[in-house]
């Protein structure tokens, strides 16, 4: 069983950085992507980056592109460096997989990949 640990988040001055970490204990051999997501109080849930685990190809949302960077540390850990973070940004962040899983499990389809597990979370505050 693969379990999702986000560590990382906290509250910030507009301008600021962080960065997130996600440990994927018993990922490897058994997904496509890690990524992160988020979700701001009364929105939608969103993707905000993702890497293929086996090639290290990476995909972003249009509203992070060249501000965040997700990188691969090892087989099993992923980062979400964030620069100059902007109010908008706040949200709860999730780290979440692409698993091998069977067919009709629910999912987010994001950079092509479907992500179907899912961190409990860690929160990012920005302040203006």
């Known amino acids: 069983q693969v379990q999702l640990v986000e560590s990382g988040g906290g509250s910030v001055q507009a301008g600021g950085s962080l960065r997130l970490s996600c440990a994927a204990s018993g990922y490897t051999g058994k997904g496509r992507c890690l990524g992160w997501f988020r979700q701001a109080p009364g929105k939608e849930r969103e993707g905000v980056a993702t890497?293929?685990?086996?090639?290290?190809?990476t995909y972003y949302a249009d509203s992070v592109k060249g501000r965040f960077t997700i990188s691969q540390v090892n087989a099993n850990t992923i980062y979400l460096q964030m620069n100059s973070l902007k109010p908008e940004d706040t949200a709860l962040y999730y780290c979440?997989?692409?698993?091998?899983?069977?067919?009709?499990?629910?999912?987010?389809?994001?950079?092509?990949?479907?992500?179907?597990?899912w961190g409990q979370g860690t929160q990012v505050t920005v302040s203006s």
């Open positions: 890497i293929y685990t086996g090639g290290g190809t």
């Open positions: 979440a997989a692409a698993l091998y899983l069977p067919y009709g499990t629910p999912y987010y389809d994001f950079g092509g990949c479907l992500h179907n597990s």
